[in-house]
């Protein structure tokens, strides 16, 4: 099954620890519709050598299978649809999140 | 309560630079990703799905005030303001930076705090009952044992890497409050002819194949608890599995080998051990067991809780779920839920963590614990200062009191957080606890137990739940297993696995289901005392399974 849909790069940050995305000219990003959408899988392969040797900047690359779609890459797995957008948790954090003097998005 | 010495002190100075170094190696590449993932395992630190998450230990779940701000303190500095509580009486902060850990272990440390065996291949912190020290029904304090445990088996090199991890409770009351029949070792202290000694079960654990903890020895003498552990511990690494990680835990290897030959296998062990054990752990025992004496409790004017039961319904009601006996009539312990309706199970804001050390320290002898159920409990209050106590409780938004009903319920992190599930599990209970909210059934369903794994390692611990629901991934849509009639064991009923009910359920379709099920139990129970888990005992599956169904059968 996954050697006909599309695929993108993902892995986490290695600082910071959110998902991250690979994008065409070799940076990641923190969205998926920012992400590289590859179709032919050899190309897939050589794209995930070349995120696993970003060793210092992410951990655990890997291949996603996408849908690609007009508002960007949907992945095909429930697990990789959550971790594209994030807890599905109500925002009654908000009150939590207001107390944290830091924040990050 | 165990005041760290220069010992502890310097050791977890040591054991933070060395974490430090390898962030810092790791970070620059001089340490690979396998190579670091063990270390980093050792101390707390997972990678989660979005974020890495540090468990930090809460030995036993006893902490301090102090201890409590800290960790209200990591929470607004490093993470969102919010910590989790779990069933293993540890935390959680699920949105800390991997360079900012090194930090947050250093300030831990300066309150005699650290994520030591909170993760990996070890022994794990040792869990009590939650009103160890102070409940009424109590036969010996558990917390010293559990301290003796922890300083025996933290660092200890022969456990260093066990086949797979390894989880001992145990709990010093006849009735069960650490789940010890889940547990990879569980222990109940116990008396025989004038002497204190443990009740020892082994192969407890639930994941992918459940099983209830087998007696391993009625009554283990209380000075033989090292040298029989250490048997239990070398006989399973000498026998246990490691070609499996799934085959790994010892309730396999005493599944596969019988419990007679497991026994056989340890007493050999113990017969080697049991000498080496000159009375050095039992002088420890002492110095430890002194620290652990109950505060001094003062006198107070405890009829004031009882006079204001009388004239203070909403006082009366919360007391009633929330009031636990003390050892001293004069005194009580207060369970603070965690289980706000609409809120996440077992998560508290920095605010609240610290409400709650502000409470302790000014009534509760500057005490809290964590329950494995993921509230909080004050366990020494002064029956006068009940009233106050509630009174802050509301103020700080915790006054909650649905302790053992149904909106006290067990979720793990599942699909929000966790690398490894295959379904949601906070939101649905939040649905779930709302759901039944708005309809005003909570209490007239009265006591009930449900609990939520989203996956099938089952931290939630959903087969000991009176309901158990497990979320599952089928073909790319959630999808929700129910079971019933689990327990986690108690006086009246022993500990049970509950039983599937049939196929699952997608996600918008539980709460409707938990529904038919709850109005189908409120029909044929015997009157309000006949509790959920009663009725399914009186009455047997099948009305319970035909109202789970009927929906599907109606439209069929
Ligand atoms: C989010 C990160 C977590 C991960 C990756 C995780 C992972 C696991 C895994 C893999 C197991 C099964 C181990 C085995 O059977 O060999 C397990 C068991 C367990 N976890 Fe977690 N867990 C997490 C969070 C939690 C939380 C938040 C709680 C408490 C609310 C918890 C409580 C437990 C318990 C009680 C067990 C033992 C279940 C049993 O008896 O088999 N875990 N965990
Ligand atoms: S039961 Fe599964 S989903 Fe839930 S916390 Fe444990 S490993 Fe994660």
């Given amino acids: 099954m996954s050697r006909t849909h599309a695929k993108v790069v993902s892995a986490n940050d290695l600082r910071a620890g959110h998902t991250v995305y690979l994008t065409s000219n070799g940076g990641w990003s923190r969205y998926i519709t920012q992400a590289e959408v590859i179709t032919d899988e050899a190309e897939a392969q050589l794209r995930l050598l070349d995120a696993i040797g970003h060793a210092t900047v992410v951990v655990g690359a890997y291949l996603v299978d996408v849908e690609p779609g007009s508002d960007g890459p949907k992945p095909v797995a429930l697990r990789e649809r959550f971790r594209a957008q994030g807890p599905s948790i109500h925002p009654s954090k908000q009150t939590a999140r207001a107390e944290a003097r830091h924040v990050s998005a | ?556």
Wanted: aromatic share 8%.
């Fill in chain 2, 1 to 556: 309560m165990y005041q760290h010495n220069d010992f502890d002190q310097a050791f977890l100075r040591n054991r933070n630079a060395q974490f430090r170094s390898q962030v810092e190696r790791r970070l620059s590449g001089s340490l690979t990703e396998d190579e670091f993932k063990p270390l980093r395992l050792m101390n707390g630190v997972y990678l989660q799905l979005h974020a890495y998450m540090l468990r930090v230990a809460i030995p036993y779940g006893t902490l301090s005030a102090d201890q409590m701000r800290v960790l209200a303190e990591v929470a607004e500095r490093w993470d969102r303001g919010y910590g989790h509580f779990t069933t293993r009486q540890n935390i959680q902060f699920n949105w800390v930076a991997l360079t900012d850990i090194p930090d947050i272990l250093d300030r831990m440390a300066e309150v005699g705090m650290h994520a030591i065996q909170s993760s990996g291949n070890c022994i794990r912190n040792t869990t009590a009952d939650a009103l160890a020290g102070a409940s009424a029904d109590e036969l010996a304090d558990p917390r010293p044992y559990a301290e003796l445990i922890r300083q025996w088996s933290t660092d200890h090199a022969e456990f260093q890497f066990l086949p797979r991890k390894f989880k001992i409770a145990v709990t010093g009351s006849p009735e069960d409050r650490a789940a010890i029949a889940a547990h990879d070792v569980g222990l109940q202290l116990v008396e025989q002819g004038g002497e204190i000694g443990f009740r020892v079960l082994v192969g407890g654990g639930l994941g992918r194949t459940p099983m209830l903890a087998q007696e391993l020895r009625a009554f283990l003498p209380s000075a033989e608890l090292l040298p029989y552990l250490e048997a239990i511990l070398s006989a399973y690494n000498l026998i246990g599995r490691r070609d499996n990680k799934y085959k790994a835990r010892i309730k396999i290897t005493v599944f596969e080998h019988g419990i007679d030959t497991f026994r056989a296998a340890v007493e050999e062990q113990f017969a080697k051990i049991r000498p080496a054990y000159t009375g050095e752990d039992q002088a420890l025992l002492a110095e430890i067991a002194a620290q652990f004496a109950l505060p001094d409790l003062r006198e107070n004017l405890a009829e004031f809780d009882a006079t204001t039961r009388a004239v203070d319904p909403l006082y009366a009601a919360w007391a009633a779920r929330a009031v636990t006996d003390h050892k001293r009539a004069d005194h009580a312990s207060v369970t603070v839920a965690l289980k706000v309706a609409g809120e996440e199970p077992g998560d508290a804001s920095a605010a609240q963590m610290r409400a709650l050390a502000d409470i302790a320290e000014r009534y509760g002898y500057n005490e809290l614990r964590i329950t494995h159920s993921q509230n909080v409990v004050l366990p020494h209050v002064a029956r006068e200062d009940l009233p106050t106590v509630h009174a802050a409780l509301l103020r700080a938004g915790l006054a909650a009191a649905n302790m053992g009903r149904l909106g006290d319920i067990i979720a793990c992190p599942g699909m929000d957080y966790c690398a490894l599930a295959t379904a949601r599990s906070i939101p649905l209970a939040q649905e779930i606890a709302q759901h039944f909210q708005t309809l005003g059934l909570e209490e007239e369903i009265g006591a009930l137990n449900l609990k939520i794994s989203g996956c099938i390692n089952a931290c939630g611990h959903h087969h000991l739940g009176h309901i158990g629901i497990l979320g599952l991934d089928r073909a790319g849509a959630e999808n929700y297993q129910i079971t019933i009639g689990g327990h986690e064991g108690d006086k009246k009923h022993p500990a049970a696995i509950g039983e599937k009910m049939g196929p699952g359920f997608a996600y918008e379709a539980v709460v409707p289901a938990l529904e038919r099920l709850l109005r189908t139990y409120l029909d044929l129970r015997n009157g309000a005392e006949e509790t959920f888990l009663d009725a399914v005992k009186r009455l047997g599956l099948a009305p319970f399974r035909a109202a789970l169904y009927a929906e599907v059968r109606d439209a069929a």
